[in-house]
């Protein structure tokens, strides 16, 4: 599929079209969200663009695990729904010496574990051979890991007695596309034993038994309760159906840093924050020293999930990195069970308030200049040592906004 991109009007034509017939106002943003080429709570892609839709949030962005190949779908969708895309992507990186000092970085359990997107990539999506090697690495150990944790359940289901198996051929094509992922396991056992066996306390007992004597604490109706459950007591650490993950599996931070840049895109940081008890990572904690941590990694992007969040932290925390000119744009993840809405709320569904919806909306104007100046041949956000043009960030907010208003009209 040919870049939109290069399509569109050039720059001066763009800017004066908004003069003309766009205002400068910010609009709704999802920057971040999962599809079921990885694993997500839609159940297609266009569920996002409907739901969109009727919230009014008019920029979506794609961020699946390890894959950008719900690229095309996503761009016939938003060329269908006049919604504009970002074309991000999501991995899970290692930084050793955070692992060796016990640090937990936003993974709360897994010290050392690191998070870490790519916005605004190119598409159609290339990478170099070292980097395309790279990235089937990850993916390959990835769904090698997945394979082997359906082979352990399958032995465990079999010693049960429970007359449930599975293959990871036959669950990929049910479920999933080319990446399968931890969490299409539980959903798969979920389902197959809510199909097998009939009435609640059946199904519960067959769960009790698979849970080792340990009854659901979930409702059998709350659907991504139970899944949660599943992974809590069979896929994860001390679990029956646990794999750990090979070292082959993940790159380094810098490796996955540079992948994002051969691949046209914006290496951006996805922050924790709070959890519900008001607990930070020790990463996160002190925002003066996270600041100095990524610029280091010459790091000037920043994603929240504010829906994790609650509102009064969310706002301080994103004030003191917007006005250090870091580009932010905040997400859903839609990357459970739970179908939530479209429309970025936080903890508690309290609304962003304007500046914070303004701040997110400047986000995506800048990777939105930067996916456009991408495709027509042109430096983009980041200068030739990959450093943010964060000194020019009211430039591209202006380009930004043109481009997508006109996307949209």
Known sequence: MQNIFTLLPNESELIKWASENADTNPILVNGHFHTPFSFSAFTEIEQAFTMAQDEGVQVLGINDFYTTDGYEEFTGLARKYKIFPLYNIEFMALQKDEQANNIRVNDPNNPGRTYFSGKGLSFPFKLNEKYQALLEQVQEESNIQTAEMIDKLNALLSELEIGIQFTAEDMKARYARNMLRERHIAKA????????????????????????????????????????????????????????????????????????????????????????????TDYEGDSEAL????????????????????????????????????????????????????????????????????????????????????AKGKPGYLDENGKAKTEQNAEFVVLGNAIIKYFNS
Not at 218 to 227: I, V
Not at 297 to 306: D, Q, R, T, V
Not at 340 to 353: I, N
Request: charged share 25%.
């Open 291 to 374: 600041f100095a941590k990524l610029q280091a990694k010459n790091i000037s992007s920043l994603e929240l999930i504010p829906g994790r969040n609650k509102f009064s932290i969310l706002k301080d925390f994103v004030n003191f990195f917007y006005n250090k000119g870091f580009v932010i744009t905040f997400g859903t993840e839609h990357n459970t069970p739970a179908l939530e809405p479209v429309k970025v709320s936080c903890s508690g569904g309290v609304d962003l308030d304007e500046e914070l919806v303004e701040i997110g909306y400047e986000g995506a104007c800048i990777i939105a200049a930067h996916q456009y100046l991408i």
């Open 189 to 280: 056992l979920r389902e197959a034993v809510h199909e097998k066996f009939d009435g609640d306390e059946n199904r519960k007992s067959v769960l009790t038994k698979i849970f080792s004597g340990k009854e659901p604490k979930s409702n059998l109706d709350d659907f991504a309760g139970l899944e949660n459950e599943i992974r809590g007591n069979l896929l994860k650490a001390g679990g029956k159906a646990f794999v750990p993950e090979n070292d082959r599996a993940f790159l380094s931070l810098e490796e996955v840093r540079d992948l994002i840049i051969n691949g046209g895109g914006i290496p951006c940081y996805p922050v924790l924050l709070d959890n519900p008890k008001g607990e930070f």
